[in-house]
């Protein structure tokens, strides 16, 4: 997308602006043999380590390998599923008509799919983490209200200075959440889902911490947005992370962890429970973090 698009799109206010045509006629042959590529090295690597429920949301809606969804066939069993149902829009949106669609069951879904030579890692989420990330989970009942009480907690948010603690609500549940399964701890965050080193770094690696799901804990805890995560936090159920997240209002924790220091996602501290210590090795031989913490 060029650039004063881009700038266009992310000074819309309103959901109409921001709404496009997919234009699915338009996907070459290299468009759907990209998703194809990433789709099928995804599942062979995340088989046995992501949640059940995700791969029954895949099935559910029928996405496969063959080729880039068709958002208008996609969203027939979408709706069907939860009412949700996914809109096409260039690429990252303000948040105003972010949270308005959330809340209003509407995903809003990028159009493009990145380059072969991308293959591991672009900056804007492009169709393969939208879709294939987000939207299999949305058919399950409780991780779609979920989602839709996220959108409205945050256009509260965008009155209360609180988008700085939502994001990171978003970071480590919708991005690199991790669920229990029979007693497993599988992946369900889209940032896991829809990312091949992100995906080898959790199964293979060491290092990560895999702490229990404390919503004051995630609040008050900062992230890197361009590295692995040293610290990912698992809920026992979407019914329960909604639970934890619908029985308190936020602003009043805004006010209160505003002015609290904000916690490192490399530490472990002593209210924590831990299911999985990890080794830190990853971030103490490689310290690159470029960006803020957030
Ligand atoms: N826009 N299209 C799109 N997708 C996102 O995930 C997104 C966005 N705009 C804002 C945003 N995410 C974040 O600011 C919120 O998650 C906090
Ligand atoms: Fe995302």
């Not at 805890?221 to 992370?241: H, K, P, R, V, W």
Request: net charge negative.
């Amino acid at each position: 997308m060029d650039g004063e698009k881009g700038h266009a799109i992310l000074e819309a206010q309103s959901v109409d602006e921001c709404v496009i045509e997919q234009r699915w006629g338009d996907y070459t042959a290299q468009d759907h043999g990209t998703w194809k590529t990433l789709y099928d090295r995804q599942i062979e690597h995340l088989t046995g380590h992501v949640c059940q429920e995700y791969l029954d949301g895949l099935k559910r809606l029928r996405l496969t390998a063959e080729c880039i969804p068709d958002y208008e066939k996609l969203n027939r069993h979408l709706r069907a599923a939860t009412g949700w149902e996914v809109l096409a829009v260039p690429g990252l949106i303000a948040s105003k008509p972010f949270f308005t669609m959330l809340a209003n069951r509407q995903f809003p879904a990028g159009t493009f799919i990145r380059t072969p030579e991308q293959l591991d890692y672009l900056e804007e989420p492009d169709i393969f983490h939208d879709v294939f990330g987000h939207i299999p989970l949305l058919s399950h009942p409780d991780y779609a209200s979920y989602m839709q009480e996220y959108g409205k907690a945050g256009l509260k948010a965008l009155d209360h200075k609180g988008i700085k603690f939502l994001a990171r609500l978003n970071w480590y549940t919708i991005e690199f959440g991790l669920i229990k399964n029979n007693g497993e701890i599988r992946a369900y965050g889209a940032g896991i889902m829809s990312s091949f080193g992100e995906t080898k770094y959790l199964i293979n690696d060491p290092s990560s911490n895999w702490l229990q799901f404390d919503i004051d804990r995630v609040l008050r805890t900062g992230y890197y947005i361009d590295d692995l995560q040293a610290t990912y936090f698992t809920i026992d159920s979407f019914e329960s992370l909604f639970k934890q997240c619908t029985e308190r209002p936020f602003v009043p924790l805004y006010e209160k962890f505003r002015a609290m220091p904000t916690l490192s996602p490399f530490e472990v501290y002593p209210e924590d429970t831990v299911l999985r210590r990890g080794s830190g090795e990853y971030w103490r031989e490689f310290p690159k973090l470029k960006t803020k913490l957030k």
